[in-house]
Nanobody, 124 residues
Framework: QVHLVESGGGLVQAGGSLRLSCAAS????????MGWFRRAPGKEREFVAV????????RYSDSVKGRFTISRDNAKNTVYLQMNSLKPEDTAVYYC?????????????????WGHGTQVTVSS
């Protein structure tokens, strides 16, 4: 079982930056690919980014590519999402999720464990 806790959300002006963290419990963190998803008000959950177990492979949605960076520290059981050049349309609850696989996927249904989310609000 993996328990995930996100932190780092908040209110920021457009053009600003935030770094989200997701701390995972358990000793098998490196067995999981880790993803970030988000749900904006009135919209469906969408994929943001994913990183494989070693950090050597990543994938991003087109809407955040070039602005967001996903990374992980397996020694700290933590995955990060550095968000730069934030836009009002990035406003959402951000969730981290764990997928027990050596592969990466953007499909939410493949993920085994989810955090409770952290709110990110970008003002114009």
């Amino acid at each position: 079982q993996v328990h995930l806790v996100e932190s780092g959300g908040g209110l920021v002006q457009a053009g600003g930056s935030l770094r989200l963290s997701c701390a995972a419990s358990g000793r098998t963190f490196r067995n999981y690919a880790m993803g970030w998803f988000r749900r904006a008000p009135g919209k469906e959950r969408e994929f943001v980014a994913v990183i494989n177990w070693s950090g050597g492979s990543t994938r991003y949605s087109d809407s955040v590519k070039g602005r967001f960076t996903i990374s992980r520290d397996n020694a700290k059981n933590t995955v990060y999402l550095q968000m730069n050049s934030l836009k009002p349309e990035d406003t959402a609850v951000y969730y981290c999720a764990a997928y027990r696989s050596l592969l990466i996927t953007s499909q939410a249904r493949e993920y085994d464990h989810w955090g409770h989310g952290t709110q990110v609000t970008v003002s114009s």
